[in-house]
C-alpha cells in the first residue's frame, strides 16, 4: 500500500497539470490583488458611501485581511475546478496509458489500488490550499499591510485585525474540507466516465449545479439542513458576527461523511469493472 501511494505522489510531481494548478491559483491571486490595487478604493468607497454619512472611519479598510477573504471566495469555482482536473487526471491518465491493466496484473487489490489515488487526490488539494494561503498572506499583507476587516452578508459586519486573522485562518480550515470534497467527488467521477474530457465535463456540472442548489429553497427543512450543497459556504458562517460553532462544527463533519460515501462510492464501482 506505501508502494501504491509512493506512486501517486511521483506521478502528481512529474505530471504538468500539477504545476499548471499551482501556477493558475497563482495568477488568480494575482488578479485579485491587481484589481485591489488599482479599483479597491472606489468599489468600497461605493460600498460605504452611505455609512460614510452617518460615522467616520478611521485608517483604510482596503488592506490585507480583506483581500485575503476576497481571495477566500475563489472557493466558489476557480479553485474547486482547477483541483478537480488535476486530480481526476490520477485515474482518467491510467486509463488512457492503459496503465490500469499493467497495475492489475501485479499483486495489487483493486480497493488499495483507488484508495492511494484517493489519498493522493486528498493530500494534493490539502497542499494546494496551504500554498494559497500562505502566498496569500505573505502578498497580501506586503501590498495591503494589515487592519480591520469590513464583510458584506446582507449586512456589514465589522472585525478587529486580530480577529479578522484568526477567522480568515479559520475559513481556510473549513473551505479546505470543501476543496477535498470536490477533488473526492472528480476521482469517483473519473471512475465512472474513464476519459478526460467527459470527466472535465461531469465535474464542472457537478460543480456548476451544487453552487446553483446551494441557493435553491424548494428542498423541506429537514433534508435542507443536511443535503451536501447547502454545505458548501459552511466556511463563510465565519464571518457572521456572531458564530454558530456547533452548526459550523456539525456541517464540516457531515461534509466530510459526504468525502468518504463518495470516496467508498468510488471503491465500489471500481471494484465491480471488469478490467480488461
Known sequence: MRGLISAEFLKLRRQSKTYYALAAVTIIELLIFITAYYQGSAILDLLLSNLRQSFYFEGTLLNGNLIMYIVLNSLWFNVPLILMIVTSSLVTDEYKDN????????????????????????????????????????????????????????????????????????AFGSGSIAMVFYSVVSVTLAVLMQESAKT????????????????????????????????????QQLFNYEVNWHQLGFNNLLLVMYTMAFAALGIWLFQKKDIG
Open 99 to 170: 496503465s490500469v491493466q499493467t497495475v492489475m496484473l501485479q499483486a495489487v487489490k483493486k480497493w488499495q489500488f483507488m484508495l492511494a489515488k484517493y489519498l493522493a487526490a486528498i493530500v494534493f488539494t490539502l497542499l494546494v490550499m496551504a500554498f494559497m494561503m500562505v502566498t496569500t498572506f505573505i502578498l497580501a499583507y506586503s501590498l495591503f499591510g494589515n487592519g480591520d476587516l469590513v464583510v458584506y452578508l446582507g449586512t456589514l459586519n465589522f472585525f478587529k485585525a486580530p480577529e479578522a486573522f484568526q477567522r480568515i485562518c479559520w
Open 200 to 235: 472535465w465535463i461531469v465535474s464542472a456540472l457537478f460543480l456548476i449545479i451544487t453552487n446553483l442548489l446551494l441557493k435553491a429553497e424548494f428542498l423541506p427543512a429537514q433534508v435542507d439542513a443536511v443535503f451536501f450543497p447547502k454545505l458548501m459556504d459552511t466556511w
